[in-house]
């Protein structure tokens, strides 16, 4: 069975800090990551994704995240914050496979506060 | 293109009603999948599906059923409200299931009375 885990289920940061979300996988095979937002009272939208291609992966907005196998990690991060990327990040795992049977697992999300 | 909808928004039932939620979309996805997001919970799925006349269940099934006749319709059908299912429900779909983005609806806010 595959799980995620993010560390902190909230984040305050200044305007113009760093902004860090931690995601942690288990996953038994190789697996494909992701990263959505979700921005008040709408519906989520991916903000990048990894599928075994580069392990550094650039996403919208000025975010990235790297996958690092040996320590099951996929966290976020943005080097500027912006007023508007206060939202929840969630962080999702799922595996490759045939037929369709792969299901996203998500984490319980990090709500991101930025202060002015 | 319209992307992934949902209706209605909001919706409040009492104990025992029945309803369903609707979801389209439009951009010939095969793949469609039912998630409830509450609140510390992140999301969970309940039901998803891999083409038309193809459902099976998520890890919160219960409760809840689903049909896929089209390509483009997925309703979620609450046989009984109960409390325990008042939440946000969101629709997604996408290409193929695994590294395909899945894209998401708005939601529909539900209360059981």
């Known amino acids: 069975a595959q799980s995620v885990t993010q560390l902190g289920s909230h984040v305050s940061v200044s305007e113009g800090a760093l902004v860090l979300l931690r995601c942690n996988y288990s996953?038994?095979?190789?697996?494909?990551l992701f990263w959505y937002v979700q921005y008040p009272n709408q519906g989520l939208q991916l903000l990048l994704k990894?599928?075994?291609?580069?392990?550094l992966v650039k996403g919208i907005n000025g975010f990235e995240a790297e996958f690092k196998k040996s320590e099951t990690s996929f966290h976020l991060t943005k080097p500027s914050a912006h007023m508007s990327d206060a939202a929840e990040y969630f962080c999702a795992v799922t595996r490759p496979g045939l037929g369709g049977s792969e299901k996203l697992v998500f984490g319980k999300g990090t709500k991101l506060t930025v202060n002015p | 293109n319209a992307g992934v909808t949902q209706t209605p928004k909001f919706q409040v039932l009492k104990t025992g009603q029945s309803m369903t939620l609707q979801c389209a979309q439009d951009?010939?996805?095969?793949?469609m999948s039912w998630y409830r997001q509450d609140p510390g919970m992140g999301l969970r799925l309940i039901h998803y599906s891999v083409g038309a006349g193809i459902t099976d269940q998520g890890e919160v099934p219960n409760g809840y059923n689903v049909s896929r006749s089209t390509t483009e319709d997925f309703p979620l059908r609450l046989l009984s409200a109960a409390p325990s299912q008042t939440s946000v429900y969101f629709c997604a779909s996408s290409y193929m299931a695994g590294g395909s983005e899945q894209y998401f609806g708005p939601g529909t806010r539900l209360t059981v009375t």
């Open positions: 996953s038994s095979v190789p697996p494909y």
């Open positions: 990894y599928t075994s291609a580069a392990t």
């Open positions: 951009m010939n996805h095969e793949y």
